[in-house]
C-alpha cells in the first residue's frame, strides 16, 4: 500500500464524556510517530469550525498539556450538535480538507457523529480525493453497534455507582420506612446508564442499593412500582430508586418528556424522576420522595472516572491512527473483549455505515424477570469497565485540568455562512 | 474536679454529611484513653433510639470498621429529624440514661440537635444527676453560630466546586452563545453552599464558571438576572449558573417551594433550578437551558470530600471527649481559625444555648456588589478549608464503606410508645 503523506484532523462532536480527550491525546501520540503524518490538526467544535476553517495546531500545544487530556473532562476541542445537511456544506468541508491537504480525518463522536463522518467519507471517495476518515467511538449511552462497549461510558456508571452507593449510606441512616430516594440518570433510548448503577450493590448482596431501577427497555407499570416501593420499604426502611431519562409508558410514550426536541430531532427529555417522585408520593401514604439529577455532571464527573476507560479511550484514538496508517478508511474502532475470564480489551474495525445511525439496546436477558433489576450477566459486562481510579492534579482544593493554547491554523479560504 | 465515672453515649442527629462519622470515631478514639470511661455506646436513630433503648456497644466494633468511618459518608449510627417535645419524652430520656449509666453524652447535629441536647442537658441538672453533654458541629449548611465553620461544610462545597469545574470544561465544549446550564445546591436559608461554588473559579479569573450565584441573601431581581445571563452569554459562550434552593424574590417568599414542610417547621424546598430555568428559557431567546440537581448527593459525596474536613471532624470528635473529662458540660464544640496567614484550626467551646436554633449568615460584605459573586474575602474563609483529598479503598470499582456490626446493648427498661 502506498504511504499516504499529509496532514491529520481531528475533531470531537456530540455530548462530551469525562474521557473523550483521552482519545485526542492517543490520536497525537500515535501520530507523532508517523513521519507521513506533517500536520496534526484540530476543528474546533467538530464539523461547526471545519466549515468555518477554524483550525488549530495541536502539535504546538506543550506536552504537558496534551497529558493532562488523559483526564480532562469535556470536549478540549469544543463540540457541537450540528448536522451537515445541505450538499453546499459537504463541499466546503472538502474544500477545507484540500486546502489544508487533510488526509486523515479522526472524529470522535457517537451515532450522529459517526454517521456525518461516514458521509464525509463516501463524498470524498466520489470526488477522487485521497483521505482516510476513521471514527472512534465516545458516547456515555454506550449504544453503539459494532463495538463490546463505547469509551466514556464506563466513567459514567463509576460515577453513578458510586453516588448511589454513598446515597445509599445517607439514605441508609435517614430511613423510617418512609423515605424513597430517586436518582434520574442519562438515557434516552436504552438503560445503559441505568443499567450501571446496579454495580453499587455488593457482591452477594441483592437487597443492596439501587432497589429498583427503571429502564427504557421495561414499559413502567405504576401499579408494580407502587408494590414494589412498599414492600422495599417495608424491609429495608428506604427504598433507592434510579430510572433512566427515558422511560417509557405502556403505550411506548415518554414517561416525562417536554416539547422541545434538539437539531437532530430527538426528544429533549428531563423529569422522569420528578413524575416518578409525583406518583409515588401520591400512592405510598406518608412517604418522603427526594429526586437527585445529576444531569450533565454524569458525563463529565472525571473526579470519578474509570482509568480502565480512559486507558481504552486513549487506546481507540491510538488504533485509529493506525488503521488509518495501515491505508483503513470509512471504518470506527471497535473495542473487542477478550474471551478468557480475566478482562483484556484490543480494538477492531466496523465500516462506518454498519455503526451510524442505530442503536446497541440494552439485552433484555440480561435484565432480570422483576424488570427492575439486573443479573449476573450484565455485572460480568459491565464489572471490569469501572476498574480502577484516576488520581486528579488538585490545585486550591480543585482539580486542574487541561486548557489547550488553540493556536490558530491561517485561514487560506474565503468565509463560509453556516 | 471531681473524676465521673460512668458510660458515654453517642448519638447523631439531623442530614448525614461526608464527615459525620469522622467525629464518632473521634469520640471514640479520644474516651479508650480514659479510664473514667467504662462503656462506649451509640443510640440508634439519635434520640429516637434513645427513647426506645435501642443502645449499640461501640467499643465491640472492630478497629478496622471504627478507622473506616473517617472516610464513610452517611451517619453510621442512623440519624433522625425526630423533635423531643412532650415532657415524657425528656423524662424517658433521663430514665434510660440513668438504666445504662450514661454520664457523658456527646449528639453530633445542626441548630436542631444542638437544641436537643441544650433541653436534655437542663433537665438532667434540673433532676439532679450528673451528665455532662457536649455538642459536635455538623452540618453542610454552616450555619451554626460560635464556630468558624462547620464540619461537612467543606466536604459539600468541595463537591460542588469540583462540580462546577468539571461541569465547565463540558459547557464550554458546548456553547455555541445559547447554553445555560444551572446547578441547585442546598442551602435552605443562607447562601453558605451556593457561595462556595465560586471556589471553581481559578485564582484572577474572575470570568471563570459559575458565572452568577443566586443567593439567598439577595432577593432575586428577574430583570437583572435576564440581563446578566444576556451579557455573560455574549462573552464566554454559555453560562452557568449556580442557585441556592431558599433563594427569596423581592417580598422574601421563596422563589420555589411547595407546600409541605418538615417535622420542625421547615419548608421543605426544591426546584429553585426548574423555577429559574423557566424564567430564562421563557425570556431569553433561542436559548437551551439544562438543571443538575446534586440533591442529597452533595452531602455524601465521600469520593469528592476534604481531607482537612475530615480532620477536622475527628479533632471535633476527640475535643468533646477531652472538654466533658475536663467537666465541661452544656457545650458545644466550636472550630476556631488562626489568626497567622497560614490557615490553622483549634477547638473552643460555646454554649448550647447560645447555638440552638439561631443562624449564621453568609456575611453580606462577602458578596460583591452585583450580588451574584463572592469577593476576595469570602474565598479567603473557604480556600483552605477544602485543601487535601482522601483515597478511598474500592472495591469492583466502587468504594467500600464502613458497616458496623451494631452489637445491641441488653434493654432493661419497659418499652416506651414514641
Redesign the interface.
Do not use: W, Y
Given at each position: 500500500m502506498a504511504e499516504l503523506v499529509g496532514n491529520v484532523l481531528v475533531g470531537?462532536s456530540g455530548?462530551?464524556t469525562?474521557v473523550i480527550n483521552a482519545s485526542v491525546a492517543g490520536i497525537i501520540a500515535e501520530a507523532l510517530n508517523h513521519e507521513c503524518i506533517e500536520e496534526i490538526y484540530g476543528t474546533l467544535?467538530g464539523v461547526?469550525g471545519l466549515l468555518q476553517e477554524e483550525l488549530i495546531d495541536l502539535a504546538a500545544e506543550s506536552q504537558q498539556q496534551i497529558r493532562a487530556l488523559k483526564h480532562?473532562?469535556?470536549?478540549?476541542?469544543?463540540?457541537?450538535?450540528f448536522k451537515l445537511k445541505k450538499q453546499a456544506d459537504f463541499d466546503r468541508v472538502l474544500e477545507v480538507f484540500k486546502a489544508h491537504n487533510i488526509r486523515y480525518f479522526f472524529y470522535i463522536g457517537g451515532n450522529d457523529s459517526q454517521d456525518t463522518a461516514d458521509k464525509i467519507s463516501k463524498l470524498a471517495q466520489a470526488q477522487g480525493y485521497e483521505l482516510r476518515v476513521i471514527g472512534v467511538p465516545k458516547t456515555i449511552d454506550n449504544d453503539l453497534p459494532g463495538t463490546d462497549h463505547c469509551p466514556g461510558y464506563a466513567s459514567a456508571i463509576?460515577y453513578i455507582?458510586?453516588?448511589v452507593?454513598?446515597?445509599?449510606?445517607?439514605?441508609?441512616?435517614?430511613g423510617?420506612g418512609d423515605l424513597v430516594?430517586i436518582?434520574e440518570v442519562m438515557g434516552r433510548s436504552a438503560g445503559w446508564i441505568a443499567a450501571g448503577s446496579a454495580?453499587?450493590k455488593r457482591?452477594d448482596h441483592p437487597h443492596d442499593p439501587p432497589h429498583l431501577i427503571y429502564l427504557p427497555e421495561i414499559p413502567f407499570d405504576q401499579a408494580k412500582c407502587i408494590e414494589d416501593v412498599k414492600r422495599v420499604l417495608k424491609r429495608e426502611k428506604f427504598c433507592q430508586i434510579v430510572v433512566a431519562e427515558g422511560l417509557v409508558d405502556a403505550d411506548g410514550n415518554y414517561f416525562a418528556a417536554d416539547a422541545a426536541t434538539d437539531s437532530f430531532g430527538h426528544a429533549q427529555l428531563?423529569g422522569a424522576g420528578d413524575a416518578l417522585a409525583e406518583i409515588i408520593g401520591a400512592h405510598v401514604p406518608g412517604v418522603k420522595v427526594?429526586?437527585?439529577?445529576?444531569?450533565?455532571?454524569q458525563?463529565?464527573?472525571?473526579?470519578?472516572a474509570?482509568k480502565t476507560d480512559a486507558e481504552e479511550a486513549f487506546l481507540a484514538g491510538e488504533a485509529a491512527v493506525e488503521a488509518a496508517i495501515n491505508g483503513e478508511t470509512d471504518k470506527m474502532v471497535t473495542l473487542l473483549r477478550g474471551d478468557k475470564d480475566i478482562y483484556s480489551c484490543e480494538t477492531g474495525l466496523a465500516p462506518l455505515s454498519d455503526v451510524a445511525n442505530s442503536i446497541k439496546k440494552l439485552p433484555r436477558e440480561w435484565i432480570n424477570e422483576d424488570g427492575t433489576s439486573m443479573n449476573f450477566q450484565f455485572l460480568r459486562y459491565a464489572?471490569p469497565l469501572?476498574?480502577?481510579?484516576i488520581?486528579l492534579p488538585?490545585d486550591?482544593?480543585?482539580?486542574v485540568?487541561a486548557r489547550l493554547e488553540k493556536v490558530r491554523v491561517d485561514k487560506v479560504l474565503p468565509a463560509y455562512e453556516v
Open positions: 470531537q455530548g462530551p469525562s467544535n461547526l480532562t473532562p469535556g470536549a478540549a476541542l469544543g463540540t457541537c450538535r463509576k455507582a458510586t453516588s452507593r454513598e446515597l445509599a449510606a445517607d439514605n441508609e441512616a435517614m423510617q430516594s436518582v454495580l453499587a457482591k428531563g427526594r429526586v437527585a439529577k445529576p444531569g450533565l455532571l458525563r463529565c464527573a472525571a473526579h470519578a474509570s464489572q469501572i476498574q480502577g481510579e488520581t488538585h486550591g482544593g480543585v482539580p485540568f
